[in-house]
């Protein structure tokens, strides 16, 4: 269910990939309600969800690595629900937002753009794999690039969206770094494998310095 959910808004991008880009009213209204519909199936997805069990719930895995024991792990506990809810809220404010873009051009641009972003979004909250759940996490400046090189309110939008590639790009290579280690270590990404692992307590102080340094990042 949850691979079918997060994948949802890239359908909804592909689907406007046959659509006519002059065709203005059609794109608009389109990315409204296929936003609202996923907002509305969160909804749904939220009120199934047990707050009494403290186990992650809604478990789906696809291996996807051959030579290891690496599984995309989709899963959701209290906290990725409120942040999956949150997020389909958002989306179709963000497309109501776009409505008046000047361009009729960018209109096509602004909406895949969001929708392409939600799904990713989505893909991370749900994510239990740290490589996937890295991949993931990068994948979002790419639509978030173009949002805002193209739709920033200044002149200076072009520099905006090149320092917030940088800037988040840099700030994660020691969470890459942090992954392979894992990887080394255990043999997986796994989150359900990484738990279960005793790592030295030098090992986990540098792990949280290392967060801290991405946090503050």
Same mark, same amino acid.
Request: charged residues 10%; aromatic residues 18%; hydrophobic residues 60%.
């Given at each position: 269910m949850l691979f079918? $959910?997060?994948?949802? #808004?890239?359908?909804?991008?592909?689907?406007?990939? $046959? =659509? /006519? *880009?002059? /065709?203005?009213? $059609?794109? *608009? /209204?389109?990315?409204?309600?296929?936003?609202?519909?996923?907002?509305?199936?969160?909804? =749904?997805?939220? @009120?199934?969800?047990? #707050?009494?069990? @403290?186990?992650?719930?809604?478990?789906?895995? @696809? *291996?996807w690595l051959t030579f290891s024991t690496n599984f995309v792990v989709l899963a959701v506990d209290g906290l990725s629900i409120v942040m999956i809810v949150l997020t389909t809220f958002l989306f179709p404010i963000c497309i109501l937002l776009g409505w008046t873009i000047p361009k009729q051009n960018q209109i096509w641009t602004y909406n895949v753009m969001f929708l392409i972003l939600e799904s990713i979004l989505l893909y991370v909250f749900c994510s239990l794999d740290l490589l996937m759940f890295y991949l993931l996490f990068e994948a979002i400046l790419i639509p978030m690039y173009f949002v805002v090189g193209i739709f920033g309110s200044r002149e200076r939008k072009i520099r905006a969206s090149y320092l917030l590639f940088l800037y988040t790009l840099v700030s994660s290579i020691v969470m890459f770094v942090c992954i392979l280690y894992l990887f080394v270590k255990i043999g997986s990404t796994n989150f359900f494998l990484i738990r279960l692992f005793q790592f030295d307590p030098t090992v986990e102080k540098l792990c949280w310095l290392a967060f801290f340094f991405i946090i503050c990042g």
């Open positions: 079918l $959910f997060c994948s949802l #808004p890239a359908i909804g991008a592909l689907l406007l990939f $046959f =659509v /006519n *880009k002059n /065709n203005v009213s $059609f794109i *608009k /209204n389109f990315s409204l309600v296929w936003t609202l519909l996923i907002f509305n199936i969160s909804i =749904v997805i939220c @009120l199934a969800f047990d #707050p009494f069990c @403290l186990d992650f719930q809604f478990l789906e895995e @696809l *291996k």
